[in-house]
Each structure stands twice: as structure tokens, then as C-alpha cells.
């Protein structure tokens, strides 16, 4: 390791060869402001396109000022980080962005989370000196995203997410000078893209260019309409982040104020997801039971691996990609269609409540859940299982707009019988969390022993593809595990070529799992909290009595009154689904 | 950009394809490649880039970004006379945007786009390197150097008789 020593603001500091000087300075506690720069380092992102300049800095001897996230320090340099010259630059860069941007700060979703506002803040901008015409861009409303290309800075960010990280590779750069803008291919809508709705590019938007739908409204007009009754289900990733929102530290566990705050919105019952998410393993476990036990047994025809299909925008990344796999994935439905299939059959049966009068509202962590409620086959006669599904960030703005003092709230307890939950279905709000609950329940059914040790720490972990065996009593069972859909793409392509053999393969779309899903509380850069947020969901399944997804009494108690068991014809019908081959589907709109 | 929309023959999917493995199908070689498909059609419709996108296994979205950002490719049909005037910083001091204004005024097109009868079309071109000619303007293969507005009409002259 080759180390260079160079000057920054007359202090001297000592890096490694290929260190720019924009981390050198963060190094000496120094934070040069930045636009475009992005960092995720937990998730090996590094994005510098050195495209806004914003982070110039003066080094002595050459004439003109360098982007410090781009340039590389040299040994000797001598670097001054807030010259005025700098300061000067700095401001003008800024205010001709500003000039090309409406002025809508008082109205935007984005106000009071964007990178932009928060530097004309910073850099104390009081008038824009620049007038003149400012490129606009037709909206495009998809079902699950607003893309407003009148507020992109073409920080390009979004596109390192969609082509590098998840490899869908929907949005580009194109035309140029004032035309430029990011668009799907041939300037369609996202809707008639390969867009999965992962919400990755959402998350990393440092503006108001990308945001999600907002079905907040529909809430309130649900919640304020006395013949319905509004049930809401909360998913697992949601309480380790949604205390971020209200100044509480990444990784803070909110579970009970979060039931408390849904009930004083107004609710009728506050139900958990969670209960969905062990009703999954029941159903994903018995399948993968099932196709398991028959290729022990010889059988040639059975599809292994199988796939998990918790995940929406994974689903959307096969449709499009693998159509030749339909019949490898789980049919199991994610865990917000299974319990809105449940609310609005055996639960409504149960309080004598019509479907029509019921609507369920689901809290998640992911924008792509929000097209999956509108898909059609999640319908009965046109009233959707699940009506409006808002992200941890709206529900934030939900509580804060109806003057909720969140931190001060007592925990209260979810409603039964579909707030009642095991550790298991908590942990499926991270990666690896999904399989292990399946292994838990799939290898005490399998083997008919009691697990001695319920955590398989083998299947955790950070890496974007990890890979471990379970030992089920002899048998060794080969699990895979990908999040992102970069790693998902690797993971499927290795196993379709025979490079790779799984039995099983959990994927999700979202670094890290759901606690990183684009729905999730901004993480402005630093990759750290969903770590955190990963350790907060650990926790909370470990404070659990019950953590086996088959102990879990509602569960038990829905089969017996209801389903009959796994896998029966009734649990097809209302949790079972199937896939469409998108890929030649896909209509050219021009 | 507006487009045109096309059915691709097997055939000419099979010519694209061709071009790509000239091309050892590197994703790299995207420029090369779509120039040699702008060769082969005149111009690339969105069809073309998809099966070039295919090809060199680089996102569609990707490949309209290039063809977009680059003045030289289009994704409507050149006419049978595609006129390219030199806007390079010589030319248009020497006033090719006077000439390129009288060629917009007589055909009653705009800068890329086709005359309704397919005769004509209007492109702009970065700097051809005969600065010593300018303003340059190229229809076809054919270079007419030192154009004056006087004398866009006589070139035009040039193409009557051809109908
Ligand atoms: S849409 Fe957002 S993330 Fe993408 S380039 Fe524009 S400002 Fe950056
Ligand atoms: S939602 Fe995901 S797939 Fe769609 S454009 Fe954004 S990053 Fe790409
Ligand atoms: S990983 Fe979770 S948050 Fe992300 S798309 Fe999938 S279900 Fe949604
Ligand atoms: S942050 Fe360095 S160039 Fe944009």
C-alpha cells in the first residue's frame, strides 16, 4: 500500500495512493459539500460522476478548480477547501442548478428531505441571479412512481442504481445540453418499461424528480367515510426504520408507538403483516416440503430450486427476465396479498362486515408493493384484497401532519387475531430472513424433531450473494440467498448455466432486504443504517416467545376454522398465484 | 425524438446481427455499431436499437441514450437527398446558419425531419474538417463548398430533374 501525504487547508494528511481528495479532507474532519457524489459503501456503490461540481476545491498550481470527489490526491498537493474563489464557484454552480429548477419547495413531496434545498440552505442562497427559460419534461404517473424530469439535476444517480446495482436498466441519460433528461427507453412511460418498482432509484433521488405515488388522501378519505371499516397491516421492515423519521437513532425498534399512532389515526383494527408472514411459511414451507420430498424420492419432474415470490419487485424482474422459468418460483403470494385475501374473507366473515365495506390499507417499506395491489388477479370483482399501500415515509408524514407526538407514545399491542406473529415473519424484513423462517418451520415438519437452535446464523449476513447448507437431520439442504437484483441476475444466471445447485433461493429486490426498500425512510447516503435497521429486526424476533412460524396460535387457529391445511384447495384460491411472461407481452408504445 | 415505426424483416435482423459480431459484440463498440446500422437502413428506429441492445447486451434504454445524445444518428428516414449542413464554429462564422435557415425556408422543414414527398431531409453536422471550404454542405456523398443563401436554390436546381 503506497501512501501519499498532501496539505488540505494547511493540515497535513496521509492517504492511500488512489484516495480522493474529497475523502482525504474526511479524513481531517473536513465535509466539502457534494450534489451528485453518492456513497454507499456497505453496498459497494461508489457513484462519481464529478457532474455538478459543486465540491470544487483550489489546488495550488493548477489553474482551473477540481472536483474533489473525482480527483485523485496526488503526493505534495496542496488543497484549500473554502477559499473564496471556492466559496464563490461553489455558489454559482449552485444557483445556475437552482435557475433551471421550479420553484416549488412549498408544495414538493421532496421539501424538507432534498439534497438540493438542503445545500441552498446550507450555501445560504437568497436569490438566483440567473434568469431565463427552464427545460420541462413531460410527467409520467406509473402505478407506483412519479417521475418529474422539471426537478432532475442529472446527478444521474438513479441510473447507477437501475443499470449497475439492479441491472434492469430502464433509465439512461439522454439528449443533451438543456434537452438532457433520464428516460426509459424511446421516452416511454415507466409503465410500459421493465421497471420492477424495486424504488431503488427513488431512494438515492437526491430531489423531487423521483418520488412515490402518494395514496395518503385515499387513507384519510377511507378512514373519514363511517360505513368502512379500515383495516391496516403493518409490514415487519417498517418498525425498525420509521423511528428515523422522528429523530430517533437508525435501528431504533418503534413497534408499539407505531400501533399506538395507527390507532389514534383512526384504524379500526391494527393488524401486522407479520401474521401474513408466518401464514407464508406455512404455505411456502409445505411447497418447498413438497417438491423437496419428491426429488429425494427421484422424482425427475420437480423444479428445483424453488424461489421465493415474497418480493414484488423481484416477481416484476422475473416476469421480465426469466419467462422460460414461470413454474420455478414459489406460487405462494407476498405476504401483503395473503393478508388482504384473508381480511376480506375470514376475518370480514368474521365480524360480519361486506368486502365492499372493508378497506385494507397496508403500511411498507417498498413502493413496488404498490403496484402489486392493482394487479388484477389480486381482485375480486374489481375490489382489490389490498386497497392503498403507502411507505414508512408517508406514514411518517401521515402521523406528523395529524400533530401526533410520536416519541412520547405509550407501546401498545397489535389487535387479534391478524396482529398475532413469531419472530420468524419479523425477520423477513431482512435479507436471509425469509429462508431462515422457512428452514425453521420446513425442518421441524421435515424431520419431526423440536430445532435446538432456532437462529441459522450461517444464513445471514451483508454479502449480495451468500450461500449456506442447512442440515435437516442428515439430509443437507443448499440454500441460497440474493438481495439486490444485480446479485439476484448472477445468482439465477450461475444456477440456469448448472454452475450452481440450490434447493432453495431466497431473493429480494432491495439491498439489504425490505429494511432497504424504496419505500423506506431516506437514507441520504449512508448505507450504515440499514444495518442497523437489520440488527433492530434481529432483535425483535429474539425478544419473541414464539419464534417458529407453525406455533403461531392465529395461524393454527385459521387453518383449523378455515383453510383446512396448507397447500388445500381453498389455501390456493386465496394464497397461491401465478406468473405472467411479461417479456413478450411488452407492447411497443410510441 | 419523434420515430418512425418499422417491421423488421428477418432479413435485416439477421444483417444487424451480423454487424454485432463484426463487432466481436462488445458493448463497447456501441457507436461503431449503430453507425454501421445507420449505414444499412439511413436511420434507427426504435426496432433496430432493440435488436442492437440484444445484441451487444447493453440496456435498450442505454443505446437510445447514445443515439439521442449524438446529432449524427437519427430515428426518422433521411430522404433520398439528405443535406448536412456544417455547423462547426468556421462554417458558422461564415454564416451557415443564414443557408441553413434559406434550405428550412425552401423545403418548409425543420433540422431533422423529412420532406412529406421523402425528397429531402435537413441534418446539422459538427465540424467535417473542410474548414477551408466553408460553409460547407454535404447532399449525399456530394460536398458543395463556400454556399451562399443565393446559392441554396441552384443547389437545390441540382436534384429537380431526378424526379
Ligand atoms: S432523476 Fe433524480 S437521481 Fe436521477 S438524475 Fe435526476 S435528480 Fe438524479
Ligand atoms: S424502480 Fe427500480 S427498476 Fe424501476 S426505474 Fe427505479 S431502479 Fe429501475
Ligand atoms: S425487497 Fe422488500 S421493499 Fe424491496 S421490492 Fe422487495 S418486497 Fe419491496
Ligand atoms: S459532488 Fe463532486 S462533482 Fe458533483
Known sequence: MELIKLTIDNRTVEVEKGTTIFHAAKKLGIEIPTLCYMNLKDLNIEHKPGGCRICVVEVEGRRNLAPSCATECMEGMVVKTHTVRVLNARRTVLELIISDHPFDCLICAKSGNCDLQSLAIKLGVRDIPFQGEKSTYKPDFSPAIIRDMDKCIMCRRCETMCNDFQTVGVLSGINRGFEAVVAPAFERDLDHSECTYCGQCVAVCPTGALTEVDHTKNVIAALSDSKKTVVVQTAPAVRAALGEEFGLEAGTLVTGKMVAALRQLGFDYVFDTDFAADLTIMEEGTELLDRLTRHLGGDKEVKLPILTSCCPGWVNFFEYNYPDMMDVPSTARSPQQMFGAIAKTYFAEKINVKREDMVVVSIMPCVAKKYECTREEFATDGNPDVDFSISTRELAHFIKSANINFNALPDEDFDKPLGESTGAAVIFGTTGGVIEAAARTAYELHTGKTLEKVDFEALRGFDGIRSASVDFDGVDIKIGIAHGLGNARKMLDDVKAGRSEFHAIEIMACPGGCIGGGGQPLHHGDSSVLRARAKAIYSEDESKVLRKSHENPSIIKLYEEYLGKPGSEKAHHLLHTHYFDKKSKQVLLD | ?163
Open chain 2, 1 to 163: 425524438m419523434t420515430s418512425v415505426k418499422l417491421k423488421l424483416k428477418e432479413s435485416d435482423v439477421q444483417k444487424l446481427k451480423e454487424v454485432a459480431k463484426s463487432f466481436n459484440n462488445e458493448a463497447g463498440e456501441l457507436i461503431n455499431v449503430l453507425h454501421k446500422a445507420q449505414e444499412i437502413f439511413g436511420y434507427l428506429p426504435a426496432e433496430v436499437q432493440e435488436v442492437v441492445a440484444q445484441e451487444l447486451n447493453v440496456p435498450v434504454a442505454k443505446v437510445y441514450g447514445v443515439v439521442t445524445f449524438y446529432s449524427f444518428f437519427t430515428m426518422l428516414p433521411r430522404g433520398r437527398y439528405p443535406i448536412s449542413i456544417c455547423t462547426g464554429t468556421a462554417c458558422y462564422v461564415r454564416g451557415a446558419e443564414k443557408v441553413l435557415d434559406e434550405f428550412k425556408r425552401i423545403l418548409k422543414i425543420p433540422v431533422g425531419e423529412t420532406t412529406s414527398d421523402g425528397k429531402f431531409s435537413i441534418t446539422c453536422l459538427r465540424c467535417v474538417g473542410a474548414c477551408g471550404l466553408a460553409p460547407v454542405v454535404m447532399v449525399g456523398d456530394k460536398t458543395y463548398g463556400r454556399v451562399t443563401t443565393d446559392g441554396v436554390k441552384d443547389i437545390l436546381k441540382e436534384y429537380d430533374t431526378e424526379d
